[in-house]
């Protein structure tokens, strides 16, 4: 089965419209509904007196209708009774603001009183619900991200520092903290980051993130047992959030879930949108090892600054379908009917305020039936790629502080980037985690790995990916990779200080460039935004700077280490100019496209014995497949072939 569905809303609407939404779900061949993700304040209005009729109904009614039910615990959103018994568990911002209700996510995770009345509404829910025969998994809060810097958080933080340094000297010599006399004589001294004069530590900000990161984790930890120990056959999960908002490190929670769930709301348009489909997927499928659920997206509208895009006809369609293609195991959408208020009232819906006689529930129905064709064809296995792009949400944390050599340097426009080039040459791309311990091991599925923005990188990740290229790999770094051990210190000796010996080089100068002020290459290239003084030691010049005071400097390197190939590329590059050398890496790594030849409006995924055909274009796309009849893509669409036939 292929999930289809999505967040379900009951408590919102009259119990005819509930019936209404029931007919219309089996309709669209709707299998799964997420039920109750912020319902805390109907199943629990007064504290200790509980509602659950209308959940039993619901339940019941779903289940009667052959739809299964992921049931959520309603944590993420407190009722306003919480605040005011235990205004102690609202969070407080940076500034030292104490939040109110009134939005959502108003919590602090640390604080005793949140924790101990998050399980009572969990541990009510598992008890009544964990045999519900329409209970399909459950889904734990919501987009776990919420951070507070109060005095609980900070004797959290504490503790979690102290088991992690052991001892004081230990952090202070990690943190720097000679530097400004910032040197702490007892652990009691040490704060959340809160507003200050000037620039916080970078060390201490990267501790706190991940702390946080470590903290909510817990808060989920709590939850997931408890439901496990009521009836451990039902998977529990969370919904990651991916986008540029990141509280924590999915990598490391991903080895918590039963099933990575991830909510993506891509937001680009226009041609060559398509990438962040892609990368949203492919992130996805290497935090869940090969299988994971799209929980979120949006049918048509979302939220995006300045005005809302719609999404062309057909979109809908071709967006989750590619998510499958790309190993979800479902298609689920924020959310079923557009509601009447709230705060988000704009959203859109697969039911949306016009009602079903709506082209965006017409493609629903259509894609429901698409779904349930394609289920029993659908191999198990995930999409095979011989390239990956590494993922580190701590580098991303540590390059979003203030203090760095440019303002245009940013983690995910970089990682993106990588991805979206590899993507457009047809290439299967995964991801790998250098933070994580199993890195050597996945590194062995490569010919191929590129590093952008890897900033932070542990003794035992450079000595894993080191290996990787001694054992035959293509390794590419970019500038700014290498850089900081992983309490963000310096590597000293010239940069990149954990990839010299492999690239063969070091980096004695950073000349960060003016925006709109390119530097020339004497391949014709540019480089933008980024510059640096590259010394060779080894390494094979292959483009030179052509300008400035770095005229005829290396600016792009190969060096040859053990069995393998590390590349270097120092100045920052458009998608053209990186998709060159990229294409270059791939050629001699053998690394090749899913279907060689394709237009640029097709993409091809290959799962299985099944090849995905995607037209992202205006126009058809004819692709020949050897030995078989050219298949057609009509502008907008999608073909599944059989490899059978390719
Ligand atoms: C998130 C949330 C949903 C909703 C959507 C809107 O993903 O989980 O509750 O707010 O965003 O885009």
New binding site residues.
């Given amino acids: 089965m292929i999930y289809f569905g999505g ?1 379900y809303n009951p408590e919102q609407w009259p119990a005819d419209v509930v019936e209404e939404d029931v007919a219309l779900m089996r309709r669209a061949g709707v299998n799964i509904a997420t039920v109750g ?2 319902s805390w304040s109907d199943l629990e209005p007064e504290p200790g007196r509980y509602e659950f009729g209308w959940l039993d109904r619901v339940l019941g009614r779903l289940h009667d209708a052959g739809i299964g039910v992921a049931l959520a615990t309603p944590t993420a959103s407190p009722p306003p009774w919480f605040t005011l018994a235990h205004p102690g568990a609202m969070p407080v911002t940076a500034d030292g603001v104490r939040l109110t209700h009134g939005s959502r996510d108003t919590y602090c995770v640390s604080a005793p009183a949140y924790r101990a009345a998050a399980r009572n509404i969990v541990a009510e829910l598992a008890e009544r619900y964990a045999h519900h025969p329409a209970l399909t998994m459950w889904h734990v809060h ?2 776990y991200g919420t951070d507070c810097r109060c005095d609980v958080t900070a004797a959290a933080f504490r503790s979690w520092l102290e088991k992690k340094h052991g001892d004081l000297d230990v952090l202070n010599e990690v943190w720097t903290t000679s530097f400004w006399s910032q040197r702490y004589s007892d652990w009691a001294q040490i704060m959340p980051p809160r507003a200050t004069q000037y620039l916080p530590n970078p060390a201490h900000v990267l501790d706190f993130r991940r702390f946080l990161s470590d903290e909510l984790l817990g808060g989920f930890i709590e939850q997931r047992d408890l439901l496990r120990a009521a009836n451990p056959d039902v998977p529990i999960t969370t ?1 990651f ?1 991916q986008g540029g908002w990141v509280s924590v490190d999915h990598a490391r929670w991903a080895g918590e879930v039963d099933i990575v769930a991830v ?1 993506h ?1 891509p937001a680009a348009t226009g041609a060559g949108a398509d990438a962040e489909t892609a990368f949203g997927g492919d992130l996805a499928r290497g935090w869940g090892r090969g299988s994971w659920l799209l929980m ?1 997206t ?1 049918p048509n509208l ?2 995006t600054p300045g005005r809302m895009h719609a999404k062309e006809p057909g979109q809908l369609t071709r967006n989750s379908l590619d998510y499958v293609a790309r190993g979800s195991r479902g298609a689920m959408y ?1 959310q079923w009917r557009q509601p009447r208020g709230g705060a ?1 009232l704009f ?1 859109s819906a697969l039911v949306p305020h016009a009602g079903p006689d709506s082209p965006v529930f017409r493609e629903a129905v259509g894609l429901g039936r698409t779904l349930k064709a394609l289920a029993p064809r659908l191999p198990e296995e995930p999409p095979a790629a011989r390239v990956a792009v590494a993922w580190d949400a701590p580098s991303w944390w540590a390059l979003q502080g203030g203090g760095l050599p440019s303002a245009e340097i940013d983690y995910l426009t970089a990682v993106q980037q990588a991805h979206r080039v590899l993507h457009r040459s047809g290439l299967a791309v995964d991801f790998v985690f250098p933070g994580m311990d199993d890195l050597r091991e996945r590194l062995t599925a490569y010919d191929m790995v590129v590093l952008p923005h890897l900033f932070l990188v542990s003794d035992e990740a450079a000595a894993a990916l080191r290996d990787f290229v001694a054992s035959g790999g293509h390794l590419v770094v970019d500038h700014l990779s290498g850089i900081a051990d992983p309490a963000g210190r310096i590597r000293l000796g010239g940069y990149p200080g954990a990839f010299r010996d492999v690239l063969g080089l070091r980096v004695v100068e950073w000349r960060p460039l003016a925006g709109g002020t390119p530097i020339a290459l004497d391949n014709g290239d540019r480089g933008i935004r980024w510059s640096e003084r590259v010394e060779t030691a080894g390494a094979e010049t292959l483009v030179r700077y052509a300008g400035d005071v770095l005229a005829g400097a290396p600016a792009i390197t190969r060096n040859r280490h053990g069995a393998g190939t590390a590349w270097y590329v120092s100045p920052g590059l458009d998608d053209d100019a990186l998709g060159r050398i990229l294409d270059r890496v791939a050629a001699e790594a053998g690394v090749t496209p899913v279907l060689p030849g394709l237009p640029p409006h097709l993409t091809a995924v290959r799962r299985g014995d099944l090849l995905f055909l995607f037209n992202h274009g205006d126009v058809p796309g004819t692709v020949a497949l050897p030995g078989s009849d050219p298949v057609t893509v009509q502008p907008g669409g999608f073909q599944c072939v059989e490899s059978g036939r390719v």
Avoid: P
């Fill in positions: 967040d993700v912020f919501n987009e919904n959030v909510d709301y979120e949006a979302i939220y924020f988000e959203h």
